[in-house]
């Protein structure tokens, strides 16, 4: 462990264990981007599984850039989540108790419910979140089209080192529903067997999600299980094709400016805006928040997938 003399003695064993979780998913992440580099075709129009050579490109990159990005805000959140584990936690569980395995697996995807909701409503954790919305279809290479700030994600999972659930398993669970979420990025798969469609996000929830329909707008959140959209009101079944991509198209393949094109806009309506209010409105109001006093505003209006 010479690697990690630089760590407290408390913090090298977790450390130490979740590494190799770690990079078992870079790996995964860096294999699948490669694989749909080499195999999305050619599509013209939208149609039912198209595929677009540039859109592809462009979610295929951003994918490969984001196995970089994510790998520094993982290191950090290893970091933080094993200092959390070896020095705040009232308790350490044992990953060898069948409850430890629930309450990481259960905690990630809950959480990951909630930061997805979050991440839809407050303008500024969307501007990390809608270049994975961006394009206009729905394929596996649309599964890689990732953010590049993981920063939201890596504070929503601090209650489970806090909790005492080793942060190797943390990433562990993460890697779980990752892996899950990216077959679900398909319209080859019609709707499944009933229970299963109960419980589980399954691509016809998860085309709902990703469609810019009104009646689509803001839901099926969820990662691996649907019953928190059950449970908590954001539930919508598929009841035709959505149209995919966001309400305010970003009509480009560079993959800077998708990533980043939220940012510039929240900066340029900050700067026009009069009052902190407003400011804060631009800031943490849900996506296409305006002044009540603006012409034709609407206070709570949405302008994303």
């Given at each position: 462990?010479?690697?990690l003399?630089?760590?407290?003695p408390?913090m090298?064993?977790?450390?130490l264990?979740a590494?190799?979780?770690?990079?078992l998913?870079?790996?995964?992440?860096?294999?699948?981007?490669?694989?749909?580099e080499?195999t999305?075709?050619?599509g013209?129009?939208?149609?039912?599984g198209?595929y677009?050579?540039r859109d592809?490109?462009?979610?295929?990159?951003?994918?490969?850039?984001?196995?970089?990005?994510?790998?520094?805000?993982k290191?950090l959140?290893?970091?933080?989540?094993a200092?959390?584990?070896?020095?705040?936690?009232?308790w350490?569980?044992?990953?060898?108790?069948?409850?430890?395995?629930?309450?990481?697996?259960?905690?990630?995807?809950?959480?990951?419910y909630?930061?997805?909701?979050?991440?839809?409503?407050?303008?500024?954790?969307?501007?990390t979140?809608?270049?994975?919305?961006?394009?206009?279809?729905?394929?596996?290479a649309?599964?890689?089209?990732?953010?590049?700030?993981?920063?939201?994600?890596?504070?929503?999972?601090?209650?489970?080192?806090?909790?005492?659930v080793?942060?190797?398993?943390v990433?562990?669970?993460?890697?779980?529903?990752?892996?899950?979420?990216?077959?679900?990025?398909?319209?080859r798969?019609?709707?499944?067997?009933?229970?299963?469609e109960f419980i589980?996000?399954t691509?016809?929830?998860?085309?709902?999600h990703?469609?810019?329909?009104?009646l689509?707008?803001?839901?099926?959140?969820?990662?691996?299980?649907i019953?928190w959209?059950?449970?908590?009101?954001t539930?919508?079944?598929e009841?035709f094709?959505?149209?995919y991509?966001?309400?305010k198209?970003?009509d480009t393949?560079?993959i800077?400016?998708l990533?980043t094109?939220?940012y510039?806009?929240?900066?340029?309506d900050?700067?026009a805006?009069?009052?902190?209010?407003?400011?804060?409105?631009?800031?943490?109001?849900?996506p296409g928040?305006e002044p009540?006093?603006a012409?034709?505003a609407?206070?709570?209006a949405h302008a994303?997938p």
């Open positions: 462990m010479e690697f003399d630089f760590l407290p408390q090298r064993e977790p450390v264990f590494i190799p979780f770690f990079l998913l870079l790996t995964i992440e860096w294999t699948a981007a490669r694989k749909l080499h999305a075709p050619d013209g129009s939208p149609a039912v198209a677009h050579t592809s490109w462009a979610s295929v990159s951003m994918g490969l850039v984001s196995t970089v990005t994510m790998s520094v805000w290191f959140a290893l970091l933080g989540y200092a959390l584990y070896a020095y705040v936690a009232p350490q569980l044992s990953a060898t108790q069948w409850y430890t395995w629930v309450i990481a697996l259960v905690g990630v995807d809950l959480l990951f909630v930061y997805h909701r979050m991440a839809h409503r407050v303008r500024i954790v969307w501007a979140h809608q270049a994975h919305h961006s394009s206009r279809y729905f394929n596996f649309t599964a890689l089209r990732q953010k590049w700030n993981n920063s939201g994600e890596i504070l929503m999972w601090i209650p489970l080192p806090l909790l005492g080793p942060p190797w398993m990433f562990f669970a993460f890697s779980v529903s990752l892996i899950y979420q990216f077959w679900i990025h398909t319209e798969i019609g709707k499944l067997w009933l229970p299963v589980f996000n691509p016809s929830h998860h085309r709902v990703h469609g810019m329909d009104k689509y707008l803001d839901k099926n959140y969820g990662g691996i299980l019953i959209d059950r449970l908590f009101g539930f919508q079944p009841v094709r959505p149209h991509g966001l309400t198209p970003v393949f560079n800077w400016k990533q094109h939220e510039v806009a929240i900066g340029r900050v700067r805006a009069r009052g902190l209010r407003a400011k804060l409105g631009y800031i943490f109001g849900p928040w009540s006093t012409p034709g609407r206070a709570a994303t």
